[in-house]
């Protein structure tokens, strides 16, 4: 079992190396221009010129599939960011202030979990222009329940505990008591959702983008890819197959990753 | 019990308040006001201010909200700009599509994870074990959506078994609506299964360490028996809540997948209103499926404490 937890997270790690260092190359290097249209050559199957094919503008997908890797890993980013800040801050207030404010707080909480990033950027994308921006609120606002959760009740649990009475008896105040004491306490709980959450914004950003209502053409999307590969399955099957492989990659890394890490941070849970 | 029924629903009442503010509030971040949408930017200020007159707008915003709400519950969710017909006669039109891919899928997600859990749990650590879990690793990292596509591309493209999309209509037959239906199930059923899996085995193996389960084993009762009868059953509670859950995540996938096979549900149905600025059908839609994912989790509350007699009020 040990040696099984090893060999899993051992590949999490490396396939997020990879993962990783994709996305920095393709920042200074990819083998082709990924907006760089060629009539001539559409829609071509695996080749060596070009590793992955070319799409129905004969751009290169391997060079496009590289420049996607940044895309998704900053709306993943930026998207857990959005759901832990706003989480942490209503789960810290609704469970040291506690009564009717937490009450409220866990039903606005309920509420929230009523949208599925799907449904915001949905309602966002009717009131504002579809875009990046939107799949990572949209996609950030689903995070907020679990972390809002998961902060709550490790404040519940600290509250009361020794170290916090003996600060409050020397007169630290409540701010000091929540940021100082309290905060660096609920870190791991909140390492271990961040990490498994990333993975989820990754499906999700690839779910807007192919449904129109994230990143927007012509810049290199997993997503977006998989839509424009849709409209010629059966020209150049092989279009639709590499940025889906791409996605179901990065996904399988970091979860495997974020086991591994909750593993080792909460050994609490089998 | 009756308490605990009673606060529940309070909480659910609050928590559907707090649904329709938020759907609320969104809307009215638009820039501009929905009179300005209809109408468009070059409209005269003096139309303009006839047609906001005329839908209220000039009021107070939390009057507005107290009206919208009142006539929401009554079912009223306006008229659609695009068709101009009442939103909710639209979204009832629609349900008869996500509402049985939703349904087909979750059968598909219990059918193929709940023994496929048991399995694994009863086999720990054993080369099954190992196997079911590498399959659903698999399965989470893979996207409904692409695996929709790969779907089309062998059953419907190589093979020619199925259509690659569309749908015609219940009238045709349920055989044929359901073969429609079919491979967006099958598609959305195996990655919401992969998650399952996991829950079964693990909620499987922590029952089988409880002394009860040791009791029926002492008393001769055969495996089989043991494991319907004592560890199922009681695996059931933590299995059920998590089923529940992935419920509203049925109703979120449903709407990715109606794209990818173009069936003509309430994912088509909003995606197309985006497109024709049809804010009262995106704003009815988003109340509709977010408020019934609230009511699924809050069934799902219930049914816990139903099924778990130790589970009472906090």
Redesign the interface.
């Known amino acids: 079992m040990r040696y099984r937890r090893h060999v899993s997270f051992a590949l999490g790690v490396a396939i997020t190396i990879v993962l990783a260092g994709t996305a920095a190359l393709s920042l200074v290097y990819t083998p082709r221009d990924p907006l760089a249209m060629a009539g001539a050559s559409r829609l071509e199957a695996p080749s060596r010129a070009h590793p992955f094919g070319t799409d129905h503008y004969g751009r290169d997908v391997l060079s496009r599939v590289m420049a996607g890797a940044p895309t998704s890993i900053a709306v993943g980013v930026i998207a857990v960011g959005i759901g832990a800040l706003a989480g942490i801050v209503l789960g810290l207030v609704s469970g040291w202030i506690g009564g009717w404010l937490d009450e409220g707080a866990m039903r606005l909480v309920d509420a929230v979990q009523g949208f599925p990033a799907i449904l915001s950027a949905l309602l966002f994308s009717a009131v504002f222009a579809p875009g990046i921006g939107i799949s990572m609120v949209a996609i950030g606002i689903a995070f907020v329940p679990a972390f809002a959760r998961v902060t709550r009740g490790a404040v519940l649990e600290l509250r009361d505990r020794e170290f916090v009475v003996a600060a409050r008896a020397l007169g630290a105040r409540d701010r000091r008591l929540v940021l100082r004491h309290i905060l660096p306490n609920t870190m791991a709980p909140l390492i271990v959702q961040a990490t498994t959450s990333f993975p989820v914004a990754i499906l999700a950003e690839a779910a807007l983008a192919y449904l129109g209502l994230g990143t927007q053409p012509p810049h290199p999307s997993w997503g977006l890819m998989l839509k424009e590969a849709q409209n010629f399955l059966g020209m150049n099957p092989w279009f639709a197959v590499f940025p889906g492989a791409a996605i179901a990659l990065a996904v399988l890394g970091l979860n495997l990753l974020g086991d591994g890490l909750r593993d080792l941070l909460d050994p609490t849970t089998v | 019990m009756r308490r605990y029924v009673l606060r529940r629903v309070a909480?659910f009442v609050?928590?559907?308040?707090?649904?329709s503010a938020?759907?609320f509030v969104?809307?009215r971040?638009?820039?501009g006001d929905p009179a300005t949408l209809i109408l468009g930017v070059e409209s005269t200020p003096e139309t303009l201010a006839r047609l906001r007159h005329a839908m209220g707008l000039d009021r107070p915003l939390a009057l507005q909200y107290v009206d919208w709400l009142a006539r929401a519950v009554r079912g009223d969710l306006g008229t659609s700009i695009q068709y101009d017909l009442p939103v909710g006669r639209l979204i009832l039109s629609r349900l008869p599509v996500t509402l049985p891919l939703a349904l087909l899928a979750a059968g598909m997600m219990v059918a193929i994870a709940v023994p496929l859990g048991v399995y694994a749990a009863t086999h720990h650590?054993r080369i099954g074990d190992?196997a079911a879990m590498i399959v659903s690793?698999?399965g989470?990292?893979?996207?409904a959506?692409?695996s929709g596509?790969?779907l089309?591309?062998l059953f419907s493209?190589r093979l020619g078994w199925f259509r690659?999309g569309g749908f015609d209509g219940w009238s045709a037959g349920v055989w044929a609506g359901v073969k429609s239906l079919l491979l967006p199930a099958v598609a959305l059923g195996a990655f919401q299964a992969a998650v399952l899996v996991r829950a079964t085995r693990?909620a499987v193996?922590?029952i089988l360490r409880e002394d009860f389960v040791r009791t029926a084993r002492a008393k001769g009762l055969t495996e089989t028996r043991v494991i319907r009868r004592h560890a199922l059953r009681n695996a059931m509670i933590p299995i059920v809540t998590v089923m529940g859950l992935q419920l509203?995540?049925l109703?979120?996938g449903a709407?990715?997948l109606e794209?990818?096979f173009a069936l003509p549900g309430l994912?088509r149905l909003?995606?197309g209103?985006?497109n024709a600025?049809?804010?009262p059908v995106?704003?009815g839609?988003?109340l509709f499926?977010?408020?019934s994912?609230?009511f699924i989790?809050f069934a799902v509350d219930l049914a816990y404490a139903a099924l778990d007699p130790r589970i009472r009020y906090e």
Request: charged share 5%; proline share 3%.
């Open positions: 909480a609050a928590t559907l308040f707090f649904v938020l759907v969104v809307v971040l638009l820039p650590r190992y690793q698999l989470i990292a893979v996207p959506f692409w596509l790969l089309i591309l493209v690659s693990s193996l922590e509203g995540q109703i979120a709407i990715v794209s990818v994912g909003a995606l209103a985006i600025r049809d804010l995106v704003q839609v988003t499926v977010a408020g994912i609230v989790n």
